[in-house]
C-alpha cells in the first residue's frame, strides 16, 4: 500500500515545465522528479493548462480531518460567510474555524439553497398545526389512530392469556 507524497509547488511547476517543453518525455519527467505516477504528472499538467495554481500538497490529510464540533446557529452563519468570502476555501475555514470540512461543506450547500434560515437546527421542533399542510394533519390523525389500536390490541391480548391462564 502506498502512502500519499506530498510535493512542494516549485517542484510542480518544473516538472510541467520540463513535460510541456518536448524536451522530455513523461516517464523521464517522472524519473528526474520522483513523481509517483503518470497520472499525477498529467493532473498537473491539466491544472497548469486550465490556468490554475499548482499548490504544494499539505502533509498528509491531518488538517481536513478536524473533528466535528457543536457550532451554535450565529458561528455557522459567520463560518459560511467567511468560507464564501475567501472564494469556498474550504480548507482554509477548517484551519481558522477548528470545524470539520464535512460540517462547512454542508452549512455552505445549505446556506447557498435556501440562505440562513436553512442553517437553522430544527431537529426535535414540532411543527405546530397552523404549520401543517392538510395532508400532514391527516397523516399525523391517522399515527395517532394507529397508535391506539395497537395499544387496544395489546391490552386484549394481554387479557386474553390473562383469561387462559385462569382456566
Known amino acids: 500500500m502506498r502512502s500519499h507524497t506530498s510535493y512542494s509547488a516549485e517542484l510542480k511547476q518544473a516538472a510541467v515545465r520540463d513535460y510541456l517543453s518536448g524536451r522530455f518525455s513523461q516517464n523521464e519527467v517522472i524519473r528526474k522528479y520522483g513523481i ?36 451554535c446557529f450565529e458561528e455557522k452563519v459567520e463560518i459560511v460567510k467567511d468560507c464564501l468570502a475567501h472564494g469556498k476555501d474550504y480548507a482554509r475555514s477548517v484551519e481558522i474555524h477548528k470545524v470539520s470540512y464535512a460540517q462547512i461543506y454542508s452549512w ?5 439553497q435556501g440562505g440562513e434560515e436553512a442553517l437553522q437546527d430544527n431537529r426535535g421542533k414540532q411543527r405546530t398545526e397552523k ?7 391527516e397523516m399525523k390523525k391517522l399515527k395517532i389512530e394507529n397508535e391506539r389500536l395497537r395499544a387496544e390490541n395489546a391490552f386484549l391480548k394481554k387479557l386474553e392469556e390473562i383469561e387462559r391462564r385462569r382456566y
Do not use: I
Not at 499548490?55 to 481536513?64: A, I, Q, T, V, Y
Open 108 to 112: 455552505v450547500r445549505k446556506y447557498l
Open 36 to 71: 509517483s505516477t503518470r497520472s499525477v504528472l498529467m493532473g498537473w499538467v491539466e491544472l497548469y493548462n486550465g490556468h490554475k495554481a499548482l499548490k504544494d500538497d499539505r502533509k498528509g490529510l491531518s488538517r481536513s480531518m478536524t473533528k466535528g464540533k457543536k457550532v
Open 131 to 137: 404549520e401543517m399542510t392538510k395532508e400532514e394533519k
